[in-house]
């Protein structure tokens, strides 16, 4: 499939901090492509460069066709990870007036912005100033206001933030819906979830490089099964299983521990249990669990993707 | 439309659509009226002090006759002032004097027979106080007629007894309200007067003499080869250095305000986050130009309705100045250096004030920067005042060629016709100055809009460096 937004070995730099560093990957026509990192793992400098908010201190991007995001800025939408918009004007005013900036008439800005907002269960709310919406609600206002102009690729910086469960759900429905029509969707967001139930593809960073590209199942797979046990249980017991590679955590719970043990390569699981209950450990539950996105992002980098990288120079924009 | 204009028109439309932006559009000339109204309100409305006289003993005799004659003085006094100044406003507005006195009766002109008006009324002594005997029964007596409470009709404001300590007027002045000393100052100089006339009597004076030559006002009037009769001095002479002056004012006001919304709402933009949305669907260089364009119609609506509401005040209450300032405005060229002032002065400071407004997302953030600029900015303020009588003093001269201070230095001293060379260079280098500043605050408001550092000098001439690189 051919590529809707490919980079070249693309780095950013802020004086000495190299926040981006010799980042490379693709996003196919139509697809839908998480881009997975922590806090400050260098998304939101990435993101400003393909829009071309930034430039980039080397390397070389293709968005659409052209070398940055600026060059094809009607055909994008974009909502950034700190969301706002014109307290004193009603969400049909805010989408047209933000769809007549990528070159949508207003009349048919208005005429979309009701559809959509009608669509998203706004319809009552559609003359109300911006002010007197709640949190989830402008969201998505934002969000109609980034994509009303059809755009062919769209770019979500932490679309999930400080959305309640709710929120998020109709939020996933809208990002498929959004690729149903054909636009090409890369977002951002450290929390696996989403991604894991979203994405075609994922590209996983860390610390301003690139982890991992390829689709979920495939980032999945370069990680192995767990073992989780129950009881009151020693730890280095459970190391000692056949198959098993390490412990990863031993959560106290009552006078009993439950143990999560990551697998070898290739190992099922079946051996170790079997050798738990020979050796007579106090096994009360006891579960074979499939690797998660979070899973592998830890196993591929080596980081926790709740854990902030944050460690930009506060002179950043200064240098 | 383009998305420059989309953003000038939604920048104007948010301030041009509330309440609040109408009010303050008409706020200035309602304080204006008010501010002018006040003092001829004030002493219109001031009341006229009753006042009666004892003359306390046989010592006393001729005192209250003085004071009589005092107050009929200062009455003929008032009365010459006032004529004065109607000859004065007739001279410089080619009005007859009979015009202006009916003028005077509309209200026109209510200052001039203000200048008439008395502040103290000598009543006949009440009978209960002239028989009261001296001393505590006469002070009862006084404290009744003074007395808050007392019948409007016999009520008084001040009882004044008069005396003589050796050959000198002596006096105890009683008033209703312990702070006002109005009746006392009056007494004084009517017996400073009194005293005097008999010094000088008996020097061998007359007192009609002193009384002439205190009544003497020399007639002095100006001349000027400058003045458009080819001599003397009319008021058309003196309009244009005050429409000078005022444009200057005028200018400083609005440019200030213009630059100060700008600032805001960048600051807004910032804070809610908008910022980053605008520039992911528009250039900085168009949002830049989209607001100030934005905040500049905003600007000039004030000033229309400014001009509007002036022009239509002037024709209809001083219909014989309006041809005057139409000739000064046009004839001269003044508007023609207005706007191109207002167009430079405002260039310079909007943007300006846009890219320090996108380091911040509260007034206080902007302090660090906002503080000495306002305090440059009073400098010009207090120099306009000097441009008006001396415009070619070194200092009015030497800051006209400062861009920052050229608008308003040069509006108030346009009037005096200042060299060419001045003229010429002054606008060239504030032209310069406003394209270096939009360049300078271009750079600075892409390295603001998308940064989180907190604005200071440093980091304010860090952005410029880098231009948000």
């Given amino acids: 499939m051919a590529a809707a937004l490919t980079l070249e070995s693309i780095s950013k730099s802020y004086g000495d901090f190299q926040a981006v560093k010799d980042l490379s990957f693709s996003v196919p026509k139509g697809s839908i492509c998480g881009f997975l990192g922590p806090n400050g793992a260098g998304k939101t400098s990435t993101i400003r460069m393909i829009l071309g908010l930034q430039p980039a201190t080397s390397g070389r991007l293709e968005i659409l066709g052209a070398e940055d995001g600026r060059k094809v800025r009607d055909r994008i939408g974009f909502l950034p990870e700190e969301r706002g918009l014109y307290k004193k004007m009603t969400p049909v005013e805010a989408i047209a007036f933000f769809g007549a900036l990528k070159g949508l008439p207003s009349g048919e800005g208005r005429k979309r912005a009701k559809e959509m907002l009608e ?39 932490e679309p999930f933030s400080g959305l309640d469960p709710m929120n998020q759900q109709g939020l996933e429905q809208m990002i498929r819906g959004l690729a149903a029509d054909g636009a090409t969707v890369l977002f951002s967001t450290h929390v696996m979830q989403h991604a894991e139930r979203l994405c ?48 990863e955590s031993a959560e106290p719970n009552g006078d009993a521990r439950v143990i999560r043990a990551r697998l070898s390569e290739g190992g099922g699981g079946q051996e170790a249990l079997k050798q738990a209950f020979l050796s007579g450990l106090d096994v009360r539950r006891f579960q074979l669990k499939e690797p998660t996105l979070h899973d592998a992002f830890i196993a591929l980098t080596g980081d926790n993707p709740d854990v902030d990288q944050k460690q930009r120079p506060e002179t950043e924009a200064a240098r | 439309m383009s998305r420059t204009l989309l953003i000038a028109r939604r920048e104007f439309l948010a301030y041009a659509k509330t309440v609040g932006f109408w009010l303050s559009l008409l706020a200035f000339p309602f304080f204006a009226i008010v501010g002018g109204a006040v003092p001829v309100l004030m002493r219109t409305s001031e009341p006229v002090r009753q006042v009666a006289l004892v003359e306390e003993g046989p010592s006393a005799q001729g005192l209250a006759a003085a004071v009589r004659e005092a107050l009929r003085l200062d009455q003929e006094r008032r009365q010459a002032a006032q004529a004065q100044a109607e000859e004065a406003a007739a001279r410089t507005t080619g009005m007859p004097k009979e015009a202006i006195q009916a003028a005077q009766k509309q209200g026109g002109a209510g200052g001039l027979s203000a200048l008439r008006r008395q502040r103290v009324a000598i009543v006949d002594t009440p009978a209960a106080l002239a028989a009261a005997q001296p001393g505590a029964d006469q002070e009862r007596v006084v404290r009744q007629l003074l007395d808050q409470d007392a019948p409007k009709a016999g009520r008084l404001d ?24 109005r009746v006392e100052d009056f007494i004084r100089d009517a017996l400073r007067t ?39 001095v009319g008021f058309r002479d003196r309009l244009p250095a005050i429409i000078g002056l005022a444009s200057g004012f005028l200018l400083w006001s609005l440019i200030i305000t213009g630059a100060s919304i700008l600032l805001n709402s960048v600051m807004e933009e910032k804070s809610n986050k908008i910022l980053e949305v605008l520039l992911s669907s528009a250039s900085p260089t168009e949002i830049l130009t989209g607001k100030v364009l934005g905040v500049a119609m905003l600007t000039l609506t004030v000033l229309c309705a400014w001009g509007g ?27 023609f250096y207005f706007l191109a002032y207002a167009a430079g002065g405002y260039l310079m400071y909007a943007v300006l004030f846009a890219a320090i407004g996108a380091f911040c997302e509260t007034p206080r953030d902007a302090q660090t920067l906002m503080g000495p600029i306002m305090m440059v900015l ?39 016709e ?10 060239a280098g504030m032209f310069a100055m406003a394209l270096l500043m939009v360049w300078i605050a271009g750079r600075a408001f892409r390295a603001g809009a998308l940064s989180d550092v907190k604005l200071s000098w440093k980091s304010f001439a860090g952005a410029v460096r880098g231009g948000g690189n």
């Fill in chain 2, 158 to 181: 001040a009882v004044v007894f008069l005396n003589r300590a050796g050959a000198q007027p002596t006096a105890r002045v009683w008033t209703r309200r312990a702070t006002d000393d």
């Fill in chain 2, 309 to 335: 509401l002036g022009a239509l005040a002037l024709i209809q209450f001083l219909p014989q100045y309006a041809p005057m300032v139409g000739d000064v405005l046009l004839d001269s060229g003044m508007i």
């Fill in chain 2, 378 to 416: 009073i400098i010009p303020i207090m120099v306009m005042q000097m441009a008006l009588t001396s415009p070619d003093a070194p200092v009015v001269r030497i800051l006209s060629w400062v861009p920052f201070f050229t608008p308003f230095l040069m509006s108030a001293r346009a009037p005096s």
């Fill in chain 2, 418 to 427: 200042p060299p060419m060379i001045e003229i010429v260079g002054t606008m």
């Fill in chain 1, 119 to 157: 669509a998203q269960g706004l319809g009552a709310s559609r003359n109300k100033k911006m002010k007197e919406l709640s949190k989830g609600m402008a969201q998505k206002v934002q969000l109609i206001a980034s994509v009303v102009h059809r755009p062919e690729f769209v770019i979500l910086d």
């Fill in chain 2, 194 to 232: 009194a005293y005097r006339g008999q010094v000088f009597q008996a020097a061998g004076i007359d007192p009609q003499v002193v009384q002439a030559t205190e009544r003497f006002r020399p007639d002095v009037k100006a001349f000027s080869p400058k003045s458009a009769s080819g001599g003397q």
């Fill in chain 1, 200 to 247: 075609d593809k994922v590209v996983l960073l860390a610390r301003g490089r690139k982890a991992f590209e390829g689709t979920v199942d495939e980032a999945k797979g370069r990680t192995t099964r767990f073992l989780e046990l129950e009881g009151a249980i020693d730890p280095a017991a459970v190391q000692a299983l056949p198959g098993v590679a390490a412990v």
